[in-house]
């Protein structure tokens, strides 16, 4: 078992616990409407909120979270604490590893008490839908009664690691190794903490000779299936460096012609030196220049290079050969499956094309065929469910409606005070309502582990490729090819490609086929360039108010209607508002205020159109047209 703290970027810290609460309960987004409502529970409120999160998760969200920010506006008029009270942790368990519901309850108490949050409120879920159930915590650190911020203690992932090894050891599920490591003894298991060179020693570290990449780094090559830049400059790149500076009367402007031969630089950052590469999308990929080795630190560089000095971009061209970049090895790692010496237009490899792309055709008509017999099945059944508990739940008010009526007559009857009486039937009411509940909410769980679900199709080809489809092993090759191109924090629109695709039309843009990148890249008449399409996203280059419109139609058409934007805070509101006037859906959940409010500013519009432009309406297309003006009848 392994625990992360997450955190909160700045523009989601002053949204209280409304939208992590929704996230973790899965009420957010549209697969919601679908997929189980996931096991979850509160840890010390003070009473049970007026829904519960099986019946109606969004409302359950609501109630919780509405409880908790009061207690933080008290907080806050005392002037006791300023801070950000949410404290959201994730526990995961090994791959082929399902813990309980009591498990997942436990687990969330035990962190409570180490981190010393015992007495503050929680909720706590648990996520099936990856390859490691999680549980999703997340603690207000206001105490519910003092009114006083409890502080995160120092080095809380010390703590939460102790944690997890306890853990494990109280519910036998698999060992982990961290920064504590559970040792076998005579006299039973024991937790101890090591250093990462006793670890090492004794072969605890998957890769010990290896470079000590960073989280996002592992997670890229678990993806990828393929080395990382942070990995990639530990090879050859730190070879050649280390040759180069160990050579007598050796500069800095040595290192970057060398640096510069294999499309890479480097320069101080913070208390250190970063190395960095520029991909042809633009996207840019840093690794600490430690990570070559000892010898690359920063002091170590100066030590023996002096005082660091930039790259003199108007001296003389030195005579080091253009080496191979990291994109370019990417690239070559990607084609190599089509052995060497093979010409562009073989024709064995023009037939091998042709067959791997009739297989994604006949791979993508399977995935269609299924999730539609899916989607049939499911609805039927749930239908069917649904009518019968709908008819359990008003048999119950009538007869609770008749129980009540009939012991408020008996009192009358007997003239005396049946307050005490009433007050013990709500409470055997009430207990017969949650026992209809609860079983409710288990036969939907049930139908929905019995009845396959919708997948998506990245989903979908994993469970295929994992049976032996070589199509499906293909596809993903190729989608995990394009995802290392992703940039996350440049701005652009991103969704899930849908399969079958209507004709873009983005008025007097030209689509160019970049067939070795798999791109697409959308140009004016004069050949300027406004996006590009590289799949499961859409990279904006002009951001003007023509192409950004532009660039949200063939969005909507390829995502289906339903997307995600990134980037900026400036860019996301103005792409946000221009999306709600096209009746576009924005997933993200910290744009729905700025999308709620354009609708709101669009009824206005409609409702008051202005006496200088004609009235505004929807047409066909979601989008907005003048009403044409005919003549005065």
Same mark, same amino acid.
């Given at each position: 078992?392994?625990?992360?703290?997450?955190?909160?970027?700045?523009?989601?810290?002053?949204?209280?616990?409304?939208?992590?609460?929704?996230?973790?309960?899965?009420?957010?987004?549209?697969?919601?409407?679908?997929?189980?409502?996931?096991? !979850?529970?509160?840890?010390?409120?003070?009473?049970?909120?007026?829904? !519960?999160?099986?019946?109606?998760?969004?409302a359950y969200a609501e109630d919780v979270a509405a409880v908790f920010d009061g207690n933080v506006r008290q907080c806050h008029r005392r002037g006791r604490f300023h801070g950000n009270p949410v404290y959201h942790v994730a526990v995961n368990w090994k791959e082929g590893e399902h813990?309980?519901?009591?498990?997942?309850?436990?687990?969330?108490?035990?962190?409570?008490?180490?981190? $010393?949050?015992?007495?503050?409120?929680?909720?706590?879920? +648990?996520?099936?839908?990856?390859?490691?159930?999680?549980?999703?915590?997340?603690?207000?650190?206001?105490? @519910?009664?003092?009114?006083?911020?409890?502080?995160? @203690?120092?080095?809380?992932?010390?703590?939460?690691?102790?944690?997890?090894?306890?853990?494990?050891?109280?519910?036998?599920? $698999?060992?982990?190794?961290?920064?504590?490591?559970?040792?076998?003894?005579?006299? &039973?298991?024991?937790?101890?903490?090591?250093?990462?060179?006793?670890?090492?020693?004794?072969?605890?570290?998957?890769?010990?000779?290896?470079?000590?990449?960073?989280?996002?780094?592992?997670?890229?090559?678990?993806?990828?299936?393929?080395?990382?830049?942070?990995?990639?400059?530990?090879?050859?790149?730190?070879?050649?460096?280390?040759?180069?500076?160990?050579?007598?009367?050796?500069?800095?402007?040595?290192?970057?012609?060398?640096?510069?031969?294999?499309?890479?630089?480097?320069? @101080?950052?913070?208390? $250190? #030196?970063?190395?960095?590469?520029?991909?042809?999308?633009?996207?840019?990929?840093?690794?600490?220049?430690?990570?070559?080795?000892? /010898?690359?630190?920063?002091?170590?560089?100066?030590?023996?290079?002096?005082?660091?000095?930039?790259?003199?971009?108007?001296?003389?061209?030195?005579?080091?050969?253009?080496?191979?970049?990291?994109?370019? /090895?990417?690239?070559?790692?990607?084609?190599?499956?089509?052995?060497?010496?093979?010409?562009?237009?073989?024709?064995?490899?023009?037939?091998?094309?042709?067959?791997?792309?009739?297989?994604?055709?006949?791979?993508?008509?399977?995935?269609?065929?299924?999730?539609?017999?899916?989607?049939?099945?499911?609805? %039927?059944?749930? &239908?069917?469910?649904?009518?019968?508990?709908?008819?359990?739940?008003?048999?119950?008010?009538?007869?609770?409606?008749?129980?009540?009526?009939?012991?408020?007559?008996?009192?009358? #009857?007997?003239?005396?005070?049946?307050? +005490?009486?009433?007050?013990?039937?709500?409470?055997?009411?009430?207990?017969?309502?949650?026992?209809?509940?609860?079983?409710?909410?288990?036969?939907?769980?049930?139908?929905?582990?019995?009845?396959?679900? !919708?997948?998506?199709?990245?989903?979908?080809?994993?469970?295929?490729?994992?049976? &032996?489809?070589?199509?499906?092993?293909?596809?993903?090759?190729?989608?995990?090819?394009?995802?290392?191109?992703?940039?996350? %924090?440049?701005?652009?629109?991103?969704?899930?490609?849908?399969?079958?695709?209507?004709?873009?039309?983005?008025?007097?843009?030209?689509?160019?086929?970049?067939?070795?990148?798999?791109?697409?890249?959308?140009?004016?008449?004069?050949?300027?360039?406004?996006?590009?399409?590289? &799949?499961?996203?859409?990279?904006?280059?002009?951001?003007?108010?023509?192409?950004?419109? =532009? =660039?949200?139609?063939?969005?909507?058409?390829?995502?289906?209607?339903?997307?995600? +934007?990134?980037?900026?805070?400036?860019?996301?509101?103005?792409?946000?508002? #221009?999306?709600?006037?096209?009746?576009?859906?924005?997933?993200?959940?910290?744009?729905?205020?700025?999308?709620?409010?354009?609708?709101?500013?669009?009824?206005?519009?409609?409702?008051?159109?202005?006496? !200088?432009?004609?009235p505004l309406r929807p047409n066909d297309r979601g989008l907005t047209r003048p009403r044409s003006r005919g003549p005065e009848r």
């Amino acid at each position: 078992m392994l625990a992360k703290v997450i955190t909160l970027t700045h523009s989601t810290r002053s949204k209280g616990f409304g939208a992590v609460l929704r996230y973790i309960l899965r009420c957010d987004a549209e697969v919601a409407t679908q997929d189980p409502v996931p096991e !979850s529970g509160d840890i010390n409120l003070p009473e049970e909120p007026l829904w !519960s999160a099986a019946e109606d998760p969004r409302a359950y969200a609501e109630d919780v979270a509405a409880v908790f920010d009061g207690n933080v506006r008290q907080c806050h008029r005392r002037g006791r604490f300023h801070g950000n009270p949410v404290y959201h942790v994730a526990v995961n368990w090994k791959e082929g590893e399902h813990p309980t519901a009591a498990q997942a309850e436990r687990a969330a108490t035990h962190v409570m008490k180490a981190l $010393g949050f015992e007495e503050c409120q929680a909720v706590w879920s +648990i996520h099936r839908d990856t390859d490691n159930d999680h549980v999703h915590l997340v603690v207000n650190r206001v105490h @519910p009664t003092k009114f006083t911020a409890i502080g995160v @203690p120092r080095r809380d992932y010390f703590i939460l690691d102790r944690c997890m090894r306890e853990l494990e050891l109280e519910m036998d599920f $698999g060992r982990a190794q961290g920064p504590y490591v559970t040792v076998d003894t005579a006299e &039973g298991p024991k937790i101890v903490r090591m250093s990462r060179r006793e670890r090492q020693t004794r072969g605890l570290l998957q890769d010990p000779e290896g470079p000590r990449l960073t989280a996002r780094a592992q997670r890229a090559e678990r993806n990828l299936k393929g080395d990382s830049f942070q990995r990639w400059i530990s090879g050859a790149l730190a070879a050649a460096l280390r040759q180069t500076i160990e050579t007598a009367g050796v500069t800095w402007q040595s290192a970057h012609d060398l640096l510069a031969g294999y499309g890479c630089a480097i320069q @101080p950052k913070g208390s $250190g #030196m970063a190395v960095t590469t520029t991909l042809s999308n633009g996207r840019v990929l840093a690794a600490k220049a430690s990570l070559m080795g000892r /010898w690359a630190s920063k002091a170590a560089l100066e030590q023996r290079l002096g005082p660091y000095v930039a790259a003199n971009r108007d001296a003389p061209t030195r005579s080091n050969p253009r080496r191979e970049n990291y994109e370019n /090895w990417i690239e070559r790692e990607r084609l190599e499956e089509t052995g060497p010496g093979v010409a562009p237009d073989d024709p064995e490899r023009l037939a091998r094309r042709a067959a791997r792309a009739g297989a994604r055709e006949a791979l993508a008509e399977r995935f269609t065929r299924e999730q539609a017999q899916n989607r049939t099945d499911r609805s %039927r059944q749930h &239908g069917e469910l649904r009518k019968r508990q709908e008819e359990e739940r008003r048999t119950l008010i009538a007869s609770h409606r008749d129980q009540r009526r009939r012991l408020r007559a008996t009192a009358r #009857m007997q003239r005396r005070d049946g307050r +005490i009486a009433l007050s013990l039937w709500a409470f055997k009411a009430a207990a017969t309502r949650e026992s209809l509940q609860r079983r409710q909410a288990a036969e939907r769980r049930r139908l929905t582990e019995s009845v396959p679900r !919708s997948e998506v199709w990245r989903l979908w080809l994993e469970r295929q490729a994992a049976a &032996g489809d070589e199509a499906a092993k293909a596809a993903l090759r190729g989608i995990r090819y394009r995802e290392q191109r992703k940039r996350h %924090r440049e701005d652009g629109i991103e969704g899930e490609e849908a399969l079958a695709q209507r004709p873009l039309t983005v008025g007097t843009l030209r689509a160019d086929v970049d067939a070795s990148r798999q791109v697409v890249i959308y140009r004016r008449a004069d050949g300027a360039e406004v996006f590009r399409d590289t &799949g499961p996203r859409i990279v904006m280059r002009d951001k003007g108010d023509e192409s950004l419109e =532009a =660039a949200l139609r063939v969005a909507a058409q390829k995502y289906g209607g339903r997307i995600q +934007i990134t980037g900026s805070d400036a860019f996301r509101e103005r792409a946000a508002r #221009m999306a709600s006037r096209q009746s576009i859906a924005v997933d993200n959940s910290d744009l729905q205020g700025i999308v709620a409010e354009e609708r709101r500013r669009m009824v206005v519009r409609w409702a008051e159109p202005q006496a !200088s432009q004609p009235p505004l309406r929807p047409n066909d297309r979601g989008l907005t047209r003048p009403r044409s003006r005919g003549p005065e009848r």
